[in-house]
């Protein structure tokens, strides 16, 4: 009676998974909204596979490695843990389309059907796939657009005065062994990220001026362009950390929003940016910066306010990709970066599609 009663029925699993559906799954609910074969066209032409004539161990589907990539991105997971996460739990067999008694990609799988998307640059068509199906369902570009960047960060390396010398200049130590020029990303930059603290009195009297900090980070930047109306990343580049980013605003503009406003904060602020806006057509919404050794004046502080309440929208973008994904670079080179931060782009633009089709819905 002991042995029976620690037997599993048959329908134990279908069980498991409808309380995870009752509890709200939200890989079920994302899977119910984005249809991830609108993909497969992109990924087959990236993957190239034959067609077996020869025989031979059949890969795993494209579409499923795909969502298994997408489940890294979500949750955070290094291939080695990601294998063991598609072995453990049930919602992330699910969402990938797999079985209990089906084989399960190991990590060597993974990090290879990655490598093989990265080499045939295949991240940016599939989020420029996602962004065709958006339009295609009704979210068109509307509002105008609103541009900023981040830094990413990534490992970072240790090196001598020459070493840094070398590898700035875009060349190779003569001493590296190919191991070391394999584990050393020669494509990051150091820059400072500057800030200002602001701590309160204690007393609760007045905060006195806040003292300027600069924080070194080693990495990449990620330049996005998004729409008003939905908050859809619409347009991204990738660059090393010391790239400065009004230099990139050509290439995060959107062509195809149906309205004429750029919304940025002041580092986009130049006559070459607003000339290149007004030879297309579009209307400059840029931070003005205060005057050096003389106060803001009012009207100047006023329109800066009114702007930074709609400006300010880029910033969810940024803080859901680095607080809820945990966004960091850990592999080496801008071509897996472009990658890294491609995936982390596309999967905001799921979550935000499932938010909107949701709150439609109710």
Known sequence: MAAMAGQRGFFDTDERLRWLSAAGDPLERLAGVVDFELFRPELDAALGRSDRAKGGRPPYDAVLMFRVLVLQTLYTLSDDQAEYQLRDRLSFMRFVGLGLSDAVPDAKTIWLYREQLVRAGAFERLFARFDAALSERGYLAMGGQIVDATIVEARRPRLTQAEKGVVKGGGVPEDWKPARTRQIDREGRWTLKRGKTKPRPPDGSARAAAPEIAVPMFGYKNHVGIDRAHGFVRRFKVTHAAAHDGAQL??????????????????????????????????????????????????????????????????????????????????????RATAKLALANLAYNFTRYLWLETRTAA
Do not use: C
């Open 250 to 335: 050509g290439a995060v503009l959107d062509p195809a929003n149906t309205a004429s406003a750029v919304w940025a904060d002041t580092a986009y602020r130049s006559s070459a940016n607003i000339a290149m806006l007004e030879a297309r057509g579009l209307e400059p919404q840029f931070q003005r910066p205060k005057p050096r050794g003389k106060p803001m004046p009012r009207h100047v502080a006023r329109g800066n306010a009114r702007r930074a309440r709609i400006r300010s929208r880029v910033e969810h973008v940024f803080a859901a990709q680095k607080r809820r994904f945990d966004l960091v670079i850990r592999t080496v080179g801008k071509a």
